[in-house]
């Protein structure tokens, strides 16, 4: 249209037509693979009729099939043709908050009433985490975040793309397959004074690996004695032991402790709401206007990131968590899941035993929530896949939620086959 | 100060609350308003001839269908979303018959509304695109520059909107395009300008077609009232169709919340049409990478619905009635206040009332005018003078006559 053929070979050249005839993404690499997310592909396409997956942490029955709630499916029932599709505010839904910041800081708590926490729904744990950090950027610029080793992959990358230095603490200890409690005290001493922690509220991901009481009690006084900020991620509250109050142990001890803390929490599993982005961002302030003024900053940073965030997912929260009768639902169904779990863990220890396997399998009872570190190499990881069909994170992180009366003895004899020669 | 004192003191006790956001707060404020005769002309979302949200039949149907399917689960979608939306979204924009889609050159992934298909766009751009700087029109909505700017790109304006004629500054829009350096990447809204309602002619879109081209500017459009502007879905998307059938690369934010009335269930989604298939793979593989530390995917609810919409030849032929129905009630709505207008002998040229197309029109009026019309009338919009035709209704038109003419005639 505008090129006379004449020009074209030296405008093509200086660049300023290259639209015309070359691609301005040539030089985009291809992406690795999400190393969580990719499992699930992989185990998508492979035709074996044995295959197992105990890779990414969504809950699965007995019979490895995904869950609805019961609560869930009369909560949408109830909505479905009720209400209309406004926009959310900016904070998101104010009845799904302030359950929500109940279930985490309790039923009585003074924070809640004095009006103390600034909260905002998040899109599931992953966008209260990524809400945070940049509000932390933002807010606290010379800041960093010390993360637990290992953690759940994305986090590093949340924190990252946020434009906040990272350091590590340490936390899993190889050889028990337990915490390495004395290290990490070490470095929460060594650490400035006034440093940002992302700690995991209960059921550590992928470890499985949580402090006892006594150590979160050390753990927070340590904090006091530091001025460190505490970053709680709580993804399984319910889900780890079955009852919410006790998995949010650790919390509770940090505000005994006066602790101003932040916290990320997510209904993706112990409501099963995984696809329906469902979380909350809340930070505890000095008083009522520090926590006006908190909340306001964290919806600037929601707003150009997505405006306002999902109604349907809060609903259905809020309709569960604000009837007493669904909510009674709720609370057996979450015992319901995390019991199934625990017993897998049993009976996948017991098998590995009757086997007769050489090594110690007794942190997969000891370990807590959906994941269990079960100590496995890459190799051997592999070799599970390859030979048995059985998908999970080369890390050797297995996915309990994933294993079922009808897969765990296959499962225990392949991790024998891999492990009896180590 | 010893460290043991700190925990009890606030790491954020200096942040100061921020301001109100200019277009919602439009909203908080009417909340507060006591008057039983005030009118929110604010934010756009659809209201019906009583004033009232709509909740589109096809979107109640949809619903049923969901609930009522025990099959469905809640489980994680992709990164990338629900693949049959995905696909569904590229054919409502780009057509059903668009070589680009045919030849796999196009990738779509689900995103929170326009705002997350805008902004995961602006973040691919800054980190793999060659030139940091995006061309925005002046005005454009208020939270354009916001996406923009934390996604890391650096933001300049071009002429748009001409308040002498109430239309466009075309001259001006292609001087400054014209000016851009070359690559530079510049915002287009698809149709249904926001705030102003003007919408460049089908020939004078070619002629920026043809420069932009011409300068390798890269095009990112916004398409947040398809089919919601003319009635039509094909003659929305006409500007984006004419740059992707020249062959050339360009990106696109969809969004359903007016179009299909799902505003607070964040259903959108960002295309990304490149020169070849393999290219395409490899953007969509990054924009993974954008994605999952921002919240690892997208909520299933509200694209599930457009889905079942779409993929229904009878639901999407209902879906587009009712879709004119709604562009057909703003567009008597202009009629009305225009004739309510000349009738009162209000002082001024009003026809940019009809000639504005979409939910918007940018009145004119100027801060001081609008304050008037709030103390006085209590009726709210945003302090540039926009307002949402889509809130008005043959009943209240009358008193937003009286209010305009008063403004006019009494403030400067």
Not at chain 1, 97 to 116: F, Q
Not at chain 2, 305 to 311: H, N
Not at chain 2, 343 to 355: C, V
């Amino acid at each position: 249209m505008l090129l006379r053929n004449g020009c074209a070979g030296r405008i093509l050249k200086s660049g300023l037509f290259r639209s015309m005839s070359t691609s301005w993404w040539k030089h985009v690499e291809p992406a690795p693979k999400d190393p969580i997310l990719g499992v699930t592909e992989a185990f998508l396409a492979d035709p074996s009729p044995d295959k197992v997956n105990v890779g990414v942490g969504a809950y699965r029955d007995d019979n490895g099939k995904p869950v609805v709630l019961e609560c869930v499916r009369e909560a949408e029932r109830r909505i479905a043709g009720n209400l209309n599709m406004e926009y959310l505010p900016m904070g998101g839904s104010i009845k799904m908050i302030e359950e929500t910041l109940k279930l985490a800081y309790g039923e009585n708590s003074d924070l809640i009433k004095e009006k103390h926490i600034a909260a905002v729904q998040a899109l599931s744990g992953t966008g209260a985490c990524r809400l945070f950090a940049d509000f932390q950027k933002r807010f606290s610029p010379d800041s960093q975040i010390y993360i637990p080793v290992p953690t759940w992959a994305n986090h590093h990358n949340l924190w990252r793309d946020a434009h906040v230095p990272q350091n590590t603490f340490h936390y899993y200890h190889p050889e028990s397959r337990g915490l390495d409690f004395a290290s990490m005290m070490e470095d929460i001493k060594n650490a400035p004074n006034g440093s940002f922690f992302l700690l995991h509220a209960c059921a550590h991901n992928p470890t499985g690996v949580d402090p006892t009481e006594e150590q979160w009690r050390e753990i927070s006084h340590q904090f006091k004695v530091k001025g460190h900020f505490a970053f709680f991620d709580m993804a399984y509250q319910g889900f780890a032991s079955g009852d919410p109050e006790r998995d949010a142990k650790s919390i509770r001890i940090f505000l005994e402790d006066g602790h101003l803390i932040g916290c990320a929490q997510s209904y993706a599993k112990n409501m099963g709401l995984y696809g329906q982005r469902v979380g909350c961002l809340s930070v505890i302030c000095e008083d009522e206007k520090q926590a006006v003024a908190v909340k306001s900053q964290l919806q600037q940073l929601a707003r150009p990131m997505y405006s306002n965030p999902p109604v349907h997912g809060a609903l259905v929260v809020s309709t569960i968590l604000g009837d007493p009768e669904l909510k009674k639902l709720w609370l057996t169904e979450v015992k319901g899941m995390a019991d199934r779990i625990i017993g897998m863990r049993s009976a996948l220890r017991e098998n590995l035993e009757k086997l007769g396997s050489p090594l110690s399998w007794e942190h997969i009872t000891k370990q807590i929530g959906m994941f269990c570190y079960s100590g496995m190499t890459p190799e051997q990881v592999d070799r599970l896949t390859n030979e048995y069909h059985i998908y999970m994170t080369r890390n050797g992180r297995i996915s309990m939620a994933g294993v079922t009366t009808g897969n765990v003895g296959f499962l225990a004899n392949a991790i024998h086959e891999v492990t009896k020669s180590a | 100060m010893s460290a043991s004192s700190d925990h009890a003191n606030s790491v954020f006790a200096s942040v100061v609350q921020a301001p109100e956001d200019p277009i919602l707060g439009v909203t908080v404020a009417y909340n507060k308003d006591p008057s039983p005769d005030k009118l929110n002309l604010g934010v756009g979302a659809y209201r019906t001839e009583e004033g009232k949200p709509l909740v589109l039949k096809v979107v109640r149907k949809a619903e049923q269908l969901l609930v009522n399917d025990p099959s469905r689960v809640k489980e994680y979608l992709p990164i990338t979303g629900l693949a049959d939306f995905n696909k569904l979204s590229a054919k409502l924009i780009f057509g059903a018959d668009s070589l680009a889609i045919q030849e796999n050159r196009v990738t779509t992934v689900q995103c929170l509304s326009g705002t997350g298909s805008l902004r995961v766009g602006a973040e691919f751009l800054a980190r793999h695109y060659h030139e940091r700087t995006i061309y925005i029109p002046q005005p454009t909505w208020g939270n354009h520059p916001k996406v923009f700017t934390l996604a890391g790109l650096s933001v300049k304006t071009y002429r748009y909107y001409s308040p002498n004629t109430r239309g466009l500054d075309f001259q001006g829009l292609l001087e400054d395009l014209g000016s851009a350096p070359a690559g530079a990447i510049v915002l287009l809204h698809a149709c249904a300008h926001n705030p102003t309602g003007v919408d460049p002619t089908s020939d004078q879109w070619e002629q920026i077609r043809q420069l932009m081209r011409s300068k390798g500017l890269l095009p990112f459009f916004d398409s947040a009232y398809q089919g919601f502007a003319s009635g039509s879905l094909d003659a929305d998307a006409a500007s984006v169709r004419m740059f992707v059938a020249d062959g050339g690369e360009c990106l696109a934010a969809q969004s359903y919340a007016k179009n299909m009335g799902l505003y607070g269930e964040r259903v959108g989604a960002l295309s990304i049409v490149c020169k070849t298939a393999e290219v395409a793979s490899r953007v969509e593989s990054q924009l993974k990478l954008v994605i999952r530390p921002m919240y690892s995917n997208p909520p299933i609810h509200g694209a599930s619905i457009v889905a079942t919409v779409l993929k229904d030849r009878d639901l999407y032929n209902e879906w587009t009635v009712e879709l004119k129905a709604m562009a057909d009630r703003i567009i008597s709505m202009r009629k009305q206040l225009f004739d309510a207008l000349q009738a009162r002998g209000t002082p001024g040229d009003w026809s940019h009332i009809l000639k504005q197309i979409g939910m918007f029109t940018f009145t004119g009026l100027n801060a001081n005018q609008v304050a008037f019309m709030t103390k006085e009338y209590h009726i709210y919009m945003t302090s540039d003078g926009r307002i949402s035709m889509a809130g008005l209704s043959s009943r209240t038109v009358p008193n937003l006559t009286e209010a305009i003419h008063a403004a006019v005639s009494s403030v400067a």
